[in-house]
């Protein structure tokens, strides 16, 4: 899954009308301090995960486009006082999906009216799925004809994309759902939140909980967790196997490619490990059910000192918890000051180990930007997002922008010949 485009009609005190496009790879998000960087990483979030429950409270408009391999996604979702409703649909382009769902009524004039639009363009067979959807329930149309209507019992704003279309692929021809389903799977359970400029990753780590039903050979998780992607089956094994009665202890070699033992490696101990709870477990006829919590860490020093996670530095921590970040988030990574509290070193470890992921980086150290290819004079143009301030009419604004290609094709031209690091070469052109 790719962040294609963004458009920012309201939000919060972003210039209206902002436009970005984004690259499939790294994404530089550059500015100085004030500019939004971090707001513009929230918003990536939220739009990636499709959760806006946070901004129920909130006026806000935004559209974005999600491409993967034989499908598209474009996505519109709003949270407007009611008399902005019929102003804004004159104004848009006229919808596909416009007369599906009456728009629901609030007794309230002064109530946020929630609203969402997806189309979603599948590829080979071609088809087109549109939903419509407001406080007061969806409705979805197959390649232009209407197909199912229901009223929801959830916040329009918190998840709809994925339950929506988790509900969809149940009533749709096998070559569609499974298609679905696949989506679903990528993207449905991994919701990338910011990686922060702190320890605020590292902190979450340590109150996660998750639990599983377990139904013969099936596993269904039970709720949102950040979890590695390899870690249910590993516990689940550890628990039938070895009938584990309060933790499981995994160990670096255990996981041989897994965040323990790349922590290990970069940071010289001679052995680490990773404990998880077992605080509940239940048995039933068909199944059972499995939680787990109260993550933890300790390790070993090469000469035998054993070091709690309590003991551990800044840098380490923020190490630890990056690193278990990339295994979580196979698709995405939005970081914060990656570099901060990090040697050069363990920033380009970092940075090489981010594969083909989509990844959204702001820095104020130029560290980072030692490490980020790029190709041609288009890449960077998609490839740099430039956040400053602009005044219009009186008010202040955040000013969200691409470079244009002229511009980008200079800072290329320089990056081609090495005038400069990258850091030296956006600061010299006006873009950092």
Same mark, same amino acid.
């Given at each position: ?209 998750? *639990? ?128 901060? *509290? ?51 009419? *009186? ?38």
């Amino acid at each position: 899954m790719k962040l294609t485009k963004l458009k920012v009609h309201r939000y919060r005190n972003v210039a209206p009308g902002t436009e970005l496009v984004f690259s499939p790879s790294f994404n530089l998000v550059l500015g100085e301090n004030g500019t939004g960087r971090t707001l513009l990483l929230d918003l990536i979030s939220r739009a990636l995960s499709t959760d806006f429950s946070e901004l129920i409270h909130e006026e806000f408009s935004v559209e974005y486009a999600l491409a993967f391999p034989g499908m598209e996604l474009r996505i519109r979702v709003r949270n407007e006082p009611l008399s902005a409703y019929p102003r804004r649909l004159m104004e848009e382009e006229p919808s596909d999906a416009s007369a599906l769902l009456p728009l629901h009524i609030p007794k309230e004039e002064t109530r946020l009216e929630p609203f969402m639009e997806l189309v979603v363009q599948l590829d080979a067979p071609a088809s087109v799925l549109v939903m419509r959807a407001d406080a007061s329930g969806v409705a979805w149309e197959v390649d232009g004809q209407p197909a199912y209507a229901q009223s929801m019992g959830w916040s329009l704003l918190d998840r709809t994309v994925w339950i929506v279309l988790f509900m969809t692929a149940q009533r749709l021809e096998p070559e569609v759902k499974d298609r679905l389903k696949e989506l679903l799977r990528r993207t449905f359970l991994l919701a990338p939140a910011r990686f922060d400029e702190t320890l605020g990753m590292f902190e979450r780590i340590g109150k996660l909980q998750y *639990g599983m039903a377990v139904r013969g050979d099936e596993v269904f998780p039970l709720g949102l967790m950040a979890l590695p992607t390899w870690l249910p089956g590993l516990l689940r094994e550890r628990v039938e196997r070895e009938a584990v009665a309060g933790a499981v202890d995994i160990r670096p070699e255990d996981v041989e490619r897994g965040f323990l033992a790349r922590f290990v490696t970069l940071t010289g101990f001679a052995t680490g490990r990773f404990r998880v709870e077992l605080l509940e477990k239940r048995s039933y006829q068909d199944g059972g059910r499995l939680e787990f919590g109260r993550f933890g860490f300790s390790f070993t020093g090469k000469d035998g000192t054993e070091l709690p996670q309590e003991r551990l530095g800044f840098g380490h921590k923020r190490l630890l918890s990056f690193l278990y970040y990339l295994d979580v988030n196979e698709d995405f990574v939005i970081a914060d000051e990656l570099a901060n *509290g990090l040697h050069p070193r363990l920033v380009e470890a970092c940075l090489r180990g981010l594969g083909a992921r989509q990844v959204f980086l702001s820095s104020q150290n130029p560290l980072p930007f030692d490490h980020v290819p790029l190709g041609s004079a288009e890449e960077v143009r998609a490839s740099l997002v430039h956040c400053g301030t602009v005044l219009r009419e *009186g008010r202040e604004w955040k000013a969200w922008s691409n470079p244009t290609l002229e511009a980008a094709a200079k800072l290329f031209g320089a990056y081609q010949r090495g005038d400069a690091p990258l850091g030296a070469l956006l600061r010299a052109h006006g873009l950092w």
